[in-house]
């Protein structure tokens, strides 16, 4: 009876054993599948963590190998046309200078002529010392001067276009200007018109076109002027200086007017720079234009308000 017991006890525990590594087996199979040991035991892997990624060894990029390269090409907006290259424009050709005209005046000429060429050239500095009536070396070399500088066919002599330009630039000659007469402070030889010949007055002769500072009769100062054109005429009368204005710029036209002297409605004796550097060929807007700045500052010092101004043909 008790042989048998622990007999069938053995068979249990035996069975038990058996039993446990069986399972044993199992579950290291299991665990050898799914790739990990939990605790030195088969089991399932935990999950990597985050930190366990990061602290992995990153794959080294494969160098590149530089190719040949290759220019990007330019794109064209859908739905334009691309225009092509504008060619470069030619060079512009310089100006030729238009052969001379037929002979008028030349070296070896004489006369009246002769002696209005050089007053004329005399007038923008071109020509110097007294005119005669003879056309020498000095005349030659103020026309070739004049020429140059006008980019005419440089000759010496005087053609139709040199004759037109000066003629253009300057005045007509006066009496006292072809006989080497100075006007100076003893005045021009054309006569003073009788409301010059008392008090103190601006005599502007439109003949002569001069201006005479005369203080009872007798002159004190002259200077050449120009005048309005025939569309803006100065005016002629007796007239007096109403105010004076050594800075003055022209609310109409916004050109300097140094040292205006206004008698009439606007219209003042005043430099003009544009007299000086072009003559005769301009006009002013109906003003009295001095080129001689010295004279006219001169004159502006001795005139008072009130004093006369007589604008007149002699």
Excluded at 271 to 295: K, Q
């Amino acid at each position: 009876m008790g042989g048998r017991r622990r007999a069938r006890q053995r068979r249990v525990v035996t069975g038990l054993v058996a039993l446990g590594l069986v399972l044993a087996t199992t579950a290291a199979g299991y665990a050898v599948t799914r790739g990990g040991l939990v605790d030195g035991l088969a089991g399932p892997r935990p999950a990597p963590s985050a930190a366990a990624d990061d602290e992995r060894p990153t794959a080294t990029p494969r160098p590149q190998v530089a190719g040949p390269s290759v220019r990007a090409r330019p794109t064209t907006p859908a739905g334009t046309t691309r225009r092509p290259a504008r060619a470069p424009l030619p060079a512009e050709r310089p100006r030729a200078t238009p052969p001379p005209g037929p002979r008028l005046l030349g070296p070896g000429d004489s006369g009246a002529e002769v002696r209005e060429l050089q007053s004329r050239l005399r007038q923008i500095a071109w020509f110097a010392g007294d005119v005669t009536d003879v056309y020498g070396s000095l005349t030659e070399q103020a026309v070739r001067g004049f020429q140059a500088k006008r980019e005419i066919a440089v000759t010496g002599w005087v053609d139709r276009r040199t004759l037109t330009r000066l003629e253009g630039m300057t005045r007509e000659p006066t009496a006292d200007e072809l006989a080497n007469r100075s006007p100076g402070d003893a005045g021009t030889s054309a006569p003073l018109d009788g409301r010059c010949l008392t008090g103190r007055a601006l005599c502007v002769d439109k003949t002569s076109s001069t201006l005479r500072w005369v203080v009872d009769g007798s002159v004190r100062r002259t200077v050449a002027v120009r005048f309005g054109s025939s569309y803006t005429p100065t005016r002629e009368g007796l007239f007096h200086v109403e105010s004076k204005s050594p800075d003055h710029v022209s609310s109409l036209y916004g050109s300097p007017m140094p040292y205006a002297m206004f008698f009439s409605r606007g219209q003042a004796v005043h430099y003009s720079s544009d007299f000086a550097a072009r003559g005769y060929a301009g006009a002013s807007h109906g003003c009295v234009n001095v080129r001689d700045l010295d004279g006219l500052r001169w004159i502006y010092d001795q005139v008072s308000l009130g004093d006369a101004v007589v604008v007149y043909w002699s």
